[in-house]
């Protein structure tokens, strides 16, 4: 079964570990200070006014966004250089609406007209019991240990004894299956609520729903494994690692076809494609692939802003003032799909969009100043660097920069966001540029004023 809060966690202590000692409470003070979110709206203001100032221009189409398609640069910081060799990414947009955006939470009833056509030919129903086989897979990664990347080793953590008897307790206790209903006494009341839904030639569906995410699986307890993820040695299960799947019996385009044809039957809208991924369902405790196929990705499009991948990211910065994150997380689509169809969906953290733009069209910087500020922003952020704190392998590869978007917190409105035109430039170590499994580093500036904003998803979502 997947446990999401463990990815975030691992991808949580990847960001610490990627930052030495005394990165940020040693991190000296820059000639020049980098602002992190000025007010946002003081600047729209000002550019509306100027905008209403200015004479009325001919019936001249606006232009795309001009920047070059590759940006190459060898940028020496004091202790390190970054090697830009970064394609350059934009939208085929030619404005730049900023958006409020809040969490949308689902009710019952919402859910229910959602995924009706699951419900359509379902015979019985199983409400949720955990049984022993999922206890099994939590105790075999409890004796596993966690991962210390310093020593490439999993170790003993503070508590696991006591983690381990209680899971052995547990599944001494639990049942080796759930109890089947007729799906004629079949209600949902409240959320969160996980069940499983049977059909009538023998075959299942899990569904699990709370207020702010849906969950499908026709996969069973089996993992969802990414192929960058199986590169390397996997010392728990003795696998050696592979450079790709062998497997995967459908092609890209046959499994974004079945994926999208799903997308309408549940009513996913204003979803863009971020990226489309091998990857398999795996049985840990039988160690076995169950399936391989595509994991494929989407977030929102609105406006035609393109969406970006955040979970390939970490933040750099870190900065602690928390004040700067959004409130709420980014809405994210993820569909895997083998030769048999959708095989699991889940789809997390949906937005409500203001039907008004909180602006019609902001102006961005272009691109020279862009690029100056992401120099100052990249000088700024590995300032710590210096001949007391060395960093073994300091250089970095910058491969990308990307307009898209990131979420603001709003002035004076705590619950909801902005969403804002941004440049997010993705960046790794020298040493682990072509190891795909390692998240990126990134640099992440406001395309409206050129003020730092986080890339970085809220783990804590509501």
């Not at 004479?55 to 940006?71: F, K």
């Not at 974004?256 to 204003?270: I, T």
């Not at 990134?442 to 003020?451: F, K, M, R, S």
Request: net charge negative.
């Amino acid at each position: 079964m997947e446990k999401k809060y463990l990815q975030k966690l691992w991808i949580a202590l990847s960001v610490l570990v990627s930052i030495p000692f005394g990165a940020v409470a040693c991190q000296p003070t820059p000639a020049e200070e980098i602002v992190i979110q000025k007010d946002l709206d003081a600047v729209l203001d000002e550019q509306a006014q100027q905008a209403a100032q200015e004479p009325e221009v001919s019936a001249t189409p606006a232009q795309p966004y001009e920047a070059p398609e590759r940006w190459e640069e060898e940028l020496e910081l004091p202790y390190l250089t970054f090697h830009i060799q970064a394609d350059v990414i934009t939208p085929e947009i030619t404005q730049y609406p900023v958006l409020c955006v809040k969490s949308r939470t689902l009710t019952p009833e919402d859910v229910l007209e959602r995924l009706a056509p699951l419900f359509d030919g379902a015979v019985s129903y199983f409400p949720d019991v955990r049984v022993r086989a999922e206890y099994e897979l939590e105790l075999m990664y409890a004796r596993r240990g966690i991962w210390n990347p310093e020593t490439e080793e999993y170790e003993p953590y503070p508590g696991q004894a006591d983690e381990i008897a209680a899971l052995e307790q547990l599944i001494a206790e639990a049942p080796d299956k759930m109890t089947e209903h007729s799906i004629s006494e079949f209600s949902l009341p409240v959320l969160p609520a996980r069940f499983h839904l049977k059909y009538a030639d023998g075959s299942r569906v899990e569904l699990a729903l709370t207020s702010h995410s849906l969950w499908i699986n026709y996969g069973g307890d089996a993992l969802l494994q990414p192929e960058c993820w199986l590169h390397e040695d996997n010392e728990m299960t003795g696998e050696k690692g592979i450079d790709q799947l062998q497997n995967v019996k459908i092609s890209e385009t046959e499994a974004l076809e079945a994926a999208e044809e799903a997308m309408e039957r549940y009513g996913l809208r204003n979803l863009g494609l971020i990226s489309a991924e091998r990857g398999r369902l795996y049985d840990s405790p039988a160690r076995q692939t169950v399936s391989e196929g595509w994991i494929l990705t989407w977030g929102r499009n609105d406006c035609g802003y393109l969406p970006f991948d955040l979970g390939t990211c970490s933040d750099s910065g870190g900065d602690p003032n928390i004040e700067y994150f959004a409130p709420i997380a980014t809405e994210e689509l993820k569909i895997y799909v083998d030769e048999t169809g959708v095989r699991r969906l889940s789809w997390e953290d949906p937005w409500e969009i203001a039907e008004e733009p909180y602006a019609e069209n902001a102006t961005i910087l272009p691109f020279d100043a862009l690029q100056e500020r992401v120099r100052k922003q990249l000088k700024y952020e590995w300032s710590w660097v210096d001949s007391i704190n060395p960093y073994s392998s300091m250089d970095q590869n910058m491969c990308d920069l990307t307009l898209t978007y990131c979420l603001v917190p709003k002035k004076d409105d705590p619950g909801a966001a902005l969403l804002v035109p941004s440049w997010i430039g993705r960046y790794k170590n020298i040493a682990d540029a072509d190891r795909p499994n390692v998240v990126y580093k990134t640099v992440a500036l406001n395309a409206i004023d050129g003020t730092r904003v986080s890339p970085m998803q809220r783990w804590d979502s509501p």
